[in-house]
């Protein structure tokens, strides 16, 4: 059948459209593939020209820079410095053991260090850069860069690493930071990837330790392109890490930088603490030691001399050690008893140098005996018959009560290592942990300071501190994170009655600034600054019934360790009180005589923000006093005195 003309026409249209649109198509398909001919051929000939080579990309994870830590007034306390490293990657470099062997022609590296290199990448995934050498010097690390054809998988890196301007000064605030370890892995649940890195630092011990979250940032990365023998050919492109947050402390420099230096080599440890916001001004332990070995890599001698050293350097002595408080503890024991009406301001107990327990004699420290004592002077004289006394009215539950009330028995929650809660017995915890009933003896020990008290001179800070102001005093190491102010915390009413808080106070002015107190040689004469205080010497041996007949044996015909330990704990001004002071001088015999100086001197030093003027000793000291200042080692600046920020 013939088809019409108009058939005809409109087939052809059809065909017509569809082969325009299938070569459009076509044509299109060849434009495509003739761009990318050419971006392949030409613009990126270099990029495959290197891929037919066998070259990988690899990506590498960038350590961040570890967050600093600085004073209450932004000095430097932990920063970074830069550190000249060399690392191996296995999978790039081949034969490890070789290539480890031509590194150590050309910088130091003894087998024990090729060993543990080898040994590290064994235990790692071969795409993880291992550490063989940090803290080279310059020449060492041209020499390797120059080198760095010959040694395939090696990189030559500049990266950061901690160190501490004021060594000593606050290693047992800050801590230090080390390697990460296998026990340090294991005890998390899933570590940051940036852990695994051999040799990747960690905070280890105090403030490092606990707030290594925020501190160590978080990772960075960058793509490498490696040749076929593991050289580096180019970086690709990186992203930076995060740092890790900016920590200020509440502590002053130039006051911890004092009270180290005035501690010297003491076996001893000091706090000093703002009585209004808490805020710790101060917090040392003596001896101390350079945490920067310890980043650098300690030696076996250098740590056995930390760990055989008989004045333990490498303890916390302000808040992991535990003392009993001596007669610093008088004062819990005198608000216990007012509190509890067993005693009245006016009442005396008469003190013959002695009190009688069955068989037992409970002696006081003045042989001879005080005669009658009133509060104020029980104090003022540190008579402990007239405390055998109230301690026997109150009973161990009231007093332990009140020394948990004033900041005693108490792990306070700082970010430090092995904070210690020290001991508040009662009658139940004697059952529990020792299996006998508590007896009216380890009330009268209890009631000056012995027995199965302790406490430590963070602890008798805070106690101190609440005695001063009546309110719930709580410690604060950290001022701010990231700018970000921490919360000041208590400061509530103890609900402790005020005369009766006055009564105690006027005991501890009397004990510095009356004469006959205990202190008295202590006193400061500056009438702005003038403290409040109290001595404690805290036995650490028996003295049995025949050494008391044949007459005691004095402290310093003892050996060192058998000898007391010396407490005492300030605050001043005695008017307006603005700083807490506790000093604990292992086996420094007495408080009055070695820890009351220290306390004194460390208490003008916060008052005044520097070395206070002379005219605030007594004259008979002032040429002690400048002589002394002359031999202490001094480095930090002075801070302005102390202001409280409490709203």
């Given at each position: 059948m013939r088809?019409?003309?108009?058939?005809?026409?409109?087939?052809?249209r059809?065909?017509?459209?569809?082969?325009?649109?299938?070569?459009?198509?076509?044509?299109?398909?060849?434009?495509?593939?003739?761009?990318r001919?050419?971006?392949?051929?030409?613009?990126q000939?270099?990029?495959?020209?290197?891929?037919?080579?066998?070259?990988?990309?690899?990506?590498?994870?960038?350590?961040?820079?570890?967050?600093?830590?600085?004073?209450?007034?932004g000095?430097?306390?932990a920063?970074?410095?830069q550190?000249?490293?060399?690392?191996?990657?296995r999978?790039?470099a081949?034969?490890?053991?070789?290539?480890?062997h031509?590194?150590a022609?050309?910088i130091?590296?003894?087998?024990?260090?090729?060993?543990r290199?080898l040994?590290e990448?064994?235990?790692?995934?071969a795409f993880?850069?291992?550490t063989?050498a940090?803290?080279l010097?310059?020449?060492d690390?041209?020499?390797?860069a120059?080198?760095?054809?010959a040694l395939?998988?090696?990189?030559p890196?500049?990266?950061?690493?901690?160190?501490?301007?004021?060594?000593?000064?606050?290693?047992?605030v800050?801590g230090?930071?080390?390697?990460?370890?296998d026990?340090d892995?294991?005890?998390?649940?899933?570590?940051?990837?940036?852990?695994?890195?051999?040799?990747?630092?960690i905070g280890?011990?105090?403030?490092e330790?606990?707030l290594?979250?925020?501190?160590?940032?978080?990772?960075?990365?960058?793509r490498?392109e490696?040749?076929?023998?593991g050289r580096?050919m180019?970086?690709?492109?990186?992203q930076e890490?995060?740092?890790?947050?900016?920590?200020?402390?509440?502590?002053?420099?130039?006051l911890q930088?004092y009270m180290?230096?005035?501690?010297?080599?003491?076996?001893?440890a000091?706090?000093?603490?703002?009585?209004?916001?808490?805020?710790?001004l101060?917090?040392?332990s003596s001896?101390?030691?350079?945490p920067?070995?310890f980043?650098?890599g300690?030696s076996?001698p250098?740590?056995?001399?930390l760990?055989?050293?008989?004045?333990r350097?490498?303890?916390?002595?302000?808040?992991?050690?535990?003392?009993p408080?001596g007669s610093?503890?008088?004062?819990v024991?005198?608000l216990?008893?007012?509190?509890?009406g067993?005693?009245?301001?006016?009442?005396t107990v008469?003190?013959?140098g002695h009190?009688?327990l069955g068989?037992?004699?409970?002696?006081?420290?003045?042989?001879?005996?005080?005669g009658?004592?009133?509060?104020i002077?029980?104090?003022q004289?540190?008579?402990?018959?007239y405390?055998y006394?109230?301690?026997q009215?109150?009973?161990i539950?009231?007093?332990?009560?009140?020394?948990?009330r004033?900041?005693m028995g108490?792990a306070?929650?700082?970010?430090?290592?092995a904070v210690?809660e020290?001991l508040?017995?009662?009658?139940?915890?004697?059952?529990t942990?020792?299996g006998?009933?508590?007896?009216v003896?380890d009330?009268?020990?209890s009631?000056?300071?012995?027995?199965?008290?302790l406490?430590?001179?963070?602890?008798?800070?805070?106690?101190?501190?609440?005695?001063?102001?009546?309110?719930?005093?709580?410690?604060?190491?950290?001022?701010?994170i990231?700018?970000?102010?921490?919360?000041?915390?208590?400061g509530?009413?103890?609900g402790l009655?005020?005369?009766q808080?006055?009564?105690?106070?006027?005991g501890?002015?009397?004990?510095?600034?009356?004469?006959?107190?205990t202190?008295?040689?202590?006193?400061?004469?500056?009438?702005?600054?003038?403290?409040?205080g109290?001595?404690g010497?805290?036995?650490?041996?028996?003295?049995?019934?025949a050494?008391?007949?044949a007459?005691?044996?004095s402290?310093?015909?003892?050996p060192?360790?058998?000898?007391?330990?010396a407490?005492?704990?300030?605050?001043?001004?005695?008017?307006?009180?603005?700083?807490?002071?506790s000093?604990?001088?292992?086996?420094?015999s007495g408080?009055?005589?070695?820890?009351?100086?220290?306390?004194r001197?460390?208490?003008l030093?916060?008052?005044?923000?520097g070395?206070?003027?002379?005219?605030?000793?007594?004259?008979n000291?002032?040429?002690?006093?400048e002589?002394?200042?002359?031999?202490?080692?001094l480095?930090a600046?002075?801070a302005g005195?102390v202001?409280s920020?409490?709203?």
């Amino acid at each position: 059948m013939r088809r019409s003309p108009k058939d005809t026409a409109e087939s052809a249209r059809k065909i017509t459209r569809r082969a325009l649109l299938l070569g459009t198509a076509q044509t299109a398909v060849i434009a495509v593939l003739g761009l990318r001919m050419h971006e392949m051929q030409v613009d990126q000939a270099d990029n495959f020209r290197l891929l037919a080579e066998e070259n990988r990309i690899n990506i590498r994870l960038i350590p961040p820079a570890r967050g600093l830590i600085h004073d209450r007034n932004g000095a430097l306390i932990a920063g970074n410095e830069q550190n000249y490293r060399v690392v191996i990657t296995r999978e790039d470099a081949g034969d490890v053991e070789e290539v480890l062997h031509r590194l150590a022609r050309l910088i130091p590296l003894t087998p024990e260090d090729i060993e543990r290199t080898l040994a590290e990448a064994r235990k790692h995934s071969a795409f993880v850069p291992i550490t063989v050498a940090d803290r080279l010097d310059w020449e060492d690390f041209s020499r390797i860069a120059v080198n760095a054809p010959a040694l395939p998988g090696v990189t030559p890196e500049v990266g950061l690493s901690r160190f501490y301007p004021m060594k000593g000064d606050f290693t047992h605030v800050v801590g230090y930071v080390g390697p990460a370890s296998d026990y340090d892995l294991a005890r998390m649940e899933n570590p940051d990837p940036l852990l695994l890195i051999p040799r990747f630092q960690i905070g280890k011990l105090g403030l490092e330790a606990k707030l290594e979250d925020r501190l160590r940032g978080s990772a960075g990365t960058k793509r490498i392109e490696v040749n076929a023998v593991g050289r580096v050919m180019r970086e690709l492109d990186r992203q930076e890490g995060q740092q890790g947050a900016r920590v200020q402390l509440t502590c002053d420099m130039g006051l911890q930088n004092y009270m180290q230096a005035r501690l010297g080599e003491e076996s001893a440890a000091a706090v000093a603490m703002d009585v209004e916001t808490g805020d710790i001004l101060g917090i040392v332990s003596s001896p101390s030691y350079d945490p920067n070995m310890f980043v650098r890599g300690i030696s076996g001698p250098e740590y056995r001399a930390l760990m055989e050293h008989d004045h333990r350097p490498m303890a916390n002595k302000a808040v992991q050690g535990t003392y009993p408080p001596g007669s610093t503890f008088k004062m819990v024991v005198a608000l216990a008893a007012l509190e509890a009406g067993v005693i009245s301001p006016e009442e005396t107990v008469y003190c013959r140098g002695h009190t009688e327990l069955g068989n037992r004699r409970f002696h006081c420290w003045k042989r001879g005996g005080h005669g009658s004592m009133g509060l104020i002077e029980s104090l003022q004289h540190s008579c402990d018959v007239y405390y055998y006394e109230i301690a026997q009215r109150v009973g161990i539950e009231k007093i332990s009560e009140m020394g948990r009330r004033l900041g005693m028995g108490i792990a306070h929650d700082l970010p430090m290592s092995a904070v210690a809660e020290g001991l508040m017995p009662t009658k139940d915890w004697k059952v529990t942990n020792r299996g006998v009933d508590w007896q009216v003896g380890d009330t009268f020990n209890s009631g000056i300071g012995q027995g199965f008290v302790l406490a430590s001179p963070l602890q008798l800070a805070v106690m101190t501190a609440r005695v001063a102001t009546g309110r719930a005093i709580v410690p604060r190491l950290v001022r701010s994170i990231d700018g970000v102010e921490e919360p000041i915390l208590g400061g509530e009413s103890l609900g402790l009655d005020e005369n009766q808080l006055r009564l105690v106070r006027r005991g501890m002015h009397a004990v510095v600034n009356a004469r006959g107190g205990t202190a008295y040689g202590a006193r400061v004469v500056d009438d702005a600054m003038v403290m409040a205080g109290k001595s404690g010497t805290s036995q650490v041996r028996n003295i049995t019934a025949a050494e008391r007949a044949a007459g005691v044996v004095s402290n310093d015909q003892l050996p060192w360790n058998r000898r007391d330990h010396a407490l005492f704990v300030s605050y001043g001004p005695y008017e307006a009180p603005r700083v807490a002071v506790s000093v604990v001088v292992e086996h420094g015999s007495g408080g009055s005589g070695v820890a009351g100086p220290i306390a004194r001197d460390v208490l003008l030093q916060a008052l005044s923000g520097g070395l206070p003027p002379l005219t605030a000793y007594p004259e008979n000291q002032r040429d002690k006093i400048e002589e002394q200042r002359s031999l202490m080692p001094l480095i930090a600046p002075d801070a302005g005195p102390v202001t409280s920020t409490r709203a």
